[in-house]
């Protein structure tokens, strides 16, 4: 993958059953470096089909904020911590930014040199 690529911001969102555990999320994925931001948005009702029933529950989405680069690391991430099965995980990529903002977003989730 190029560097552009690599560099290109994304925008994840999942969905979590509890606000502790969107709590412990969002701040386990910032300090690992692998979101420079989440936004943890009031409850929501979603209402899915799962195992050929028609289901209802609240949830606390999630607005993750990171780059292409980090991504395979956040999506493991947020399988290792997320009480469902198969949890929505979506990535949309940024067609468009504040510069300053996207450019912050890159420092945050810039890997660590290895020494």
Known sequence: MT???LNQPLLV???VPQQALADAMARSLVEQGLAACVN????V???????GKVEQASEIP?????????????????????????????ALP??????AYLA???HE???PLQV
């Open 45 to 51: 009702t979603s209402v899915y089909r799962w195992q």
């Open 62 to 90: 999630l607005l993750i904020k990171t780059t292409q680069a980090r991504y395979q690391e956040l999506e493991q991430a947020i399988l290792q911590l997320h009480p469902y099965e198969v949890p929505e995980i979506v």
């Open 40 to 43: 943890i948005l009031p409850p």
């Open 3 to 5: 560097s552009s690529l």
């Open 13 to 15: 969102l999942t969905n």
């Open 104 to 106: 912050w977003m890159q």
């Open 109 to 111: 989730t810039a890997k």
């Open 94 to 99: 940024l067609a468009a930014g504040l510069p």
